[in-house]
DNA sequence: GGATGTGAAGTAGTTCACAGCC
DNA sequence: GGCTGTGAACTACTTCACATCC
């Protein structure tokens, strides 16, 4: 479980946030067959000043070579790296509505190093069917063990479902429903949530703003987080 | 369409972030009766700290009572307000696959203010069925007069539909396709992206850290941000 | 020449500490 | 007494500007 390795030093959240879609970009542009690329062009598709770049990058060693920019496969490996892809992380999702559908099925969502190994639900009605090659389980049953878990339940089961996982050893949540939740000291909660995204968005429509004001207005770099309990 | 008004002045991208999450509180203690909050207790539930709260809500105006706290039905409104939701939007989401119908099928998805006018998508499958009480149309149909867009379609359609959109009139996007988007100046554009929520997660997973670290060890004050082109 | 990597400066956000008001 | 609202200090992040190295 802890292969704490020898990690780079601590990176800032903003990094962190950033990271994931520059090594996109890389992957991107080495299944093209490019395997130069400079901050500049990192910068102008992740919507990031090629100064920011650089400075995230440089958190992770030395990776480019002054006056030819980064090699992309060696940017998304150590990227990858950095964000703990060489490891290996078992993951269960729990409520397959539309919701847990979508992440099971979208080929985005598992990176390198995450595996989906269970599914489950509390309905009767999807309970032994199967999705994404894996039977659901009723939620009634041992949870398998696993180091993240997903919860795409309704607000007024997240808190219940989540002591269900850290009862059987989950470490990290990610957690869609619009519920705070309370977890031992040393577990991860990282909350998303829809409503929130679009009410940003409409702020933004408001006021014409967005941190970003060059050709492309982005509203980057925004963020997330939790709700109200019970109600 | 452009009804500036007397808005408050602006405020901070994670103060925007935060707002949505004390209103909901303020709403849950509301329809519990309670009329009475303080910045102590919306920190808790928020999982931030009481000064920040204050700090946030300052920005709205002087909407507390020294020794008595907030009252929770002027908190609500008064959030509402600074975030838009005394004006009225017409959201429009392209790509009634699971997410879509997760988005539409949500209780909290829409808030006060918004209201879903159309729903389309490319699948023959799914065009003229109904979903959310709304007919599925052809992408290839005319688009509806609208204000707000949300894509929830494959990264490789992003730009089209995006381009369809703000052809249209839309001025703000909420995207859910890992996929940087072209837009004219002027247009908001708001990424959520999955796979770098779980990314996000993984990364504290490995390194055991979290912004705060109380009781409630929250991964808070994450962010999303875009993606590649192309691939 | 050209792009990285980084000290230094600047800006934004948070936290402290307390005056002000109920 | 208690809690808000806010100047002041602090911390974090970004941007500038340039020395460094290929």
Redesign the pocket.
């Known amino acids: 479980m802890a292969t704490p390795r020898l990690r780079t030093r601590k990176l800032?959240?903003?990094?962190i946030s950033r990271l994931p879609v520059y090594q996109r970009i890389a992957e991107g542009w080495l299944a093209r067959g490019i395997n130069r690329i400079?901050?500049?062009q990192i910068g102008e598709l992740a919507g990031?000043?090629?100064?920011?770049v650089?400075?995230d990058?440089?958190g992770l060693g030395?990776?480019?070579?002054?006056?030819?920019?980064?090699d992309t496969s060696v940017l998304s490996e150590r990227i990858g790296d950095a964000l703990g892809h060489d490891l290996h992380y078992d993951v269960v999702v729990v409520g397959v509505g539309n919701l847990g559908r979508a992440l099971v099925n979208s080929a985005h969502f598992l990176i390198r190093g995450a595996q989906l190994v269970a599914l489950y639900d509390a309905d009767p009605a999807v309970i032994g069917t199967e999705i994404g090659g894996h039977v659901v389980r009723s939620i009634n049953e041992p949870m398998v063990n696993a180091t993240v878990g997903v919860l795409c339940v309704p607000a007024s089961d997240a808190q219940a479902v989540c002591d269900l996982l850290v009862g059987a050893g989950v470490h990290a949540l990610l957690n869609f429903a619009p519920q705070v939740l309370n977890v031992p000291l040393g577990t991860a909660v990282h909350y998303v949530d829809f409503s929130i995204e679009l009410q940003i968005l409409m702020y933004h429509l408001n006021n014409g703003t967005g941190p970003l004001g060059g050709g492309v207005l982005h509203s980057l770099?925004i963020a997330r987080v939790n709700a109200t309990r019970g109600a």
Chains 1, 2 share one sequence.
């Open positions: 800032s959240e903003p990094t400079d901050s500049k990031v000043t090629a100064t920011t650089r400075r990058l440089a030395s990776l480019g070579t002054r006056g030819a920019g980064y770099g």
